[in-house]
């Protein structure tokens, strides 16, 4: 009984190591310190910022809509639920 144990703690561990790498591909779409372009991102893209949910997303989607592209990254700061300490938190991850 005791083999049979430790051949599935075995069996256990070396899948773990082989499919832990595919699984952390998977969560991240974007390769790491691409940054998230304000103009183009979708729903999904824009919600991978911090303090950006479901709708402070759509009004980003909303502002680029009514507005234009954003010009600068800066005027992120125009759309309700982003002030400056939201800005200082995602404007290392934003570009335009």
Do not use: C, H, W
Request: hydrophobic residues 45%.
């Amino acid at each position: 009984m005791r083999n049979f144990f430790m051949k599935g703690l075995a069996l256990s561990l070396i899948l773990g190591l082989f499919f832990s790498p595919l699984l952390a591909l998977q969560k991240s779409s974007k390769p790491a310190g691409e940054k998230i372009n304000i103009n183009t991102a979708t729903l999904d893209e824009l919600q991978k910022l911090p303090r950006v949910g479901p709708k402070v997303a759509q009004r980003i989607i909303d502002y680029r809509k009514q507005n234009g592209n954003f010009k600068k990254i800066e005027e992120i700061m125009k759309v309700r639920g982003i002030g400056e300490k939201t800005f200082a938190r995602m404007k290392d991850m934003i570009t335009v």
